[in-house]
């Protein structure tokens, strides 16, 4: 075979294979030297195979009709007032108690919740629940409810929202720390409530309750009065409001031991509430 034959039969075998590797790669960008795009081949005119993807390619595809619907998360509610009583079947009483943990007064009111299997509510102080975090787990322990009572026991009505919105955060974060979960109800000082609060509270997933019978026994009246107060005020839906720290609770706790059998033996049933009250 002569010289330019052979040349002419391997221009035609290279211009071959350049002409299959064109048609593989078409529609493709690749990159040459120094980074810069080299323009796609154009395909030939006619119908085009649709080209074969890859596993991993379906893998990043995602399945359309599958997802389930997003979910429009509802608006806050936000209460203009507090609960004062609670709802619910039968001759039903709520007992809650303020300002505490305190060590000198808390133990002896769970004693006496626990000798006759009642439940109460602890509306604590964030600086007190802090260095009493025993006392929080107790309650966990023996089924008790723990509400926020803000942090260190201020007139909210005077304090800035940015105020209110730490004192009531920091006592939410020691409270889930030592109870196990953070508080589904809490209740402002001195029963002095106002916007800002509620609308922090019902960020914060709780709810405010406040109370029906007032037993005053931060005035230190003595244990007939509280325990008087209490007697009288009794009826189906009440919540009362007691103390277990903030001075000598010493009353407290002996009218307890004196209140609760006597409620009991009235007919009434003393638990905790559940949230949502109509």
């Known amino acids: 075979m002569k010289k330019d034959q052979l040349l002419t039969r391997r221009r035609a075998l290279i211009g071959g294979v350049a002409a299959l590797g064109a ?9 040459g030297r120094g980074d810069e795009p080299v323009p796609p081949v154009v395909p030939a005119a006619g119908p085009q195979a649709s080209p074969t993807r890859t596993p991993s390619a ?3 595809q995602p ?26 079947r039968g001759r039903t009483m709520v007992l809650t108690f303020d300002d505490g943990p305190d060590p000198r007064y808390t133990p002896a009111i769970l004693d006496t919740l626990a000798e006759y299997e009642v439940r109460a509510m602890f509306f604590v102080c964030g600086e007190m629940a802090v260095d009493n975090q025993d006392l929080l787990a107790r309650m966990a322990d023996e089924g008790h409810v723990v509400g926020n009572h803000t942090w260190s026991h201020p007139l909210l009505t005077r304090l800035t929202r940015a105020r209110i919105r730490s004192e009531m ?12 979960e953070r508080p589904q109800w809490f209740r402002a000082p001195y029963g002095a409530w106002n916007r800002a609060a509620f609308q922090l509270g019902a960020e914060m997933g709780m709810e405010p309750l406040a109370w029906t019978v007032d037993t005053e026994d931060w005035t ?5 009065t509280i325990v008087r107060r209490v007697a009288h005020g009794a009826a189906p839906g009440v919540v009362v409001l007691s103390h277990d720290a903030g001075g000598n609770r010493s009353q407290s706790v002996r009218a307890l031991r004196r209140y609760l059998p006597y409620l009991l033996d009235s007919g009434y049933h003393i638990t905790v509430p559940r949230r949502h009250y109509a």
């Open 58 to 60: 379906y893998r990043l």
């Open 169 to 180: 955060k920091r006592t939410s974060d020691v409270i889930e720390e030592a109870y196990g």
């Open 23 to 31: 048609a593989g790669g078409a529609g493709v960008l690749a990159l």
């Open 220 to 224: 230190t009246p003595g244990t007939r």
């Open 63 to 88: 399945f359309g009709g599958y997802d389930p619907p997003r979910a429009v998360p509802e608006p806050t509610r936000v209460r203009h007032e507090p609960f004062l009583r609670v709802s619910g």
